[in-house]
């Protein structure tokens, strides 16, 4: 297995390449995102042990270039933080597990070898309705040529009706599967975000893809309003 390490500092690095080679794997240490970016565009690795706290740029940033660059090595990631929205923003971002220090070494291991197990993964599916075009591993979004910057949720809300051409989607399914709990039905959350979308998607392009069908939800029109 060749493994490459990104940790900056240099005791853990030390001692990770230490643990890592006496189990026969090959490994190379970077100490810095953008020099880990440089490596492995060039070399073949079966995994990426990627520390979040980096100088310049953080784990999260680095796994998110190497995923637009077209690496897909799994990547695990290592953080002293264990809050969920830091690990829901890192497999956002690419990642395909996270371990929070203080970690066992023999649980690094275990998960090195499950992801290496596991394999690259393909890189998903660029979804096009019209000439809306919208990337989840980058989180791109463009219509025609103009890139379109979208929030979190907004981008979440997007990709739900781009999956979903031409069905309409009740208040219900887009609260459930966008926000993930739930609001009081008199909560006009969806409303806004539509409201949102459309300033963004649509008015500069003076066309209309999302519809609002009466008593029953929104609708991306299948032609993406061209």
Known sequence: MY??????EVKMAALLR??????GLSVDVAPTGEKAELMAGVNGYDAIVLDVLLPGIDGFETCRRLRVNGVWTPVLMLTARGALA???????GGADDFLTKPFSFAELLARLRAL???GQAERPT???VGDLRLDPATRQVRRGKVEIAL????FTLLELFMRNPGHVLTRTQLLEQAWEYDFQHRSNVIEVYVRYLRRKIDYPFDVTSLETVRGAGYRLRKDGGC
């Open 86 to 92: 830091d690990r829901v923003a890192g497999l956002d």
């Open 18 to 23: 230490r643990g890592l080679t006496e189990q």
């Open 3 to 8: 493994v490459l390490v990104v940790e900056d």
């Open 126 to 128: 660029i979804l096009e």
């Open 116 to 118: 290496v197990r596991r």
């Open 151 to 154: 929030s979190t949720k907004e």
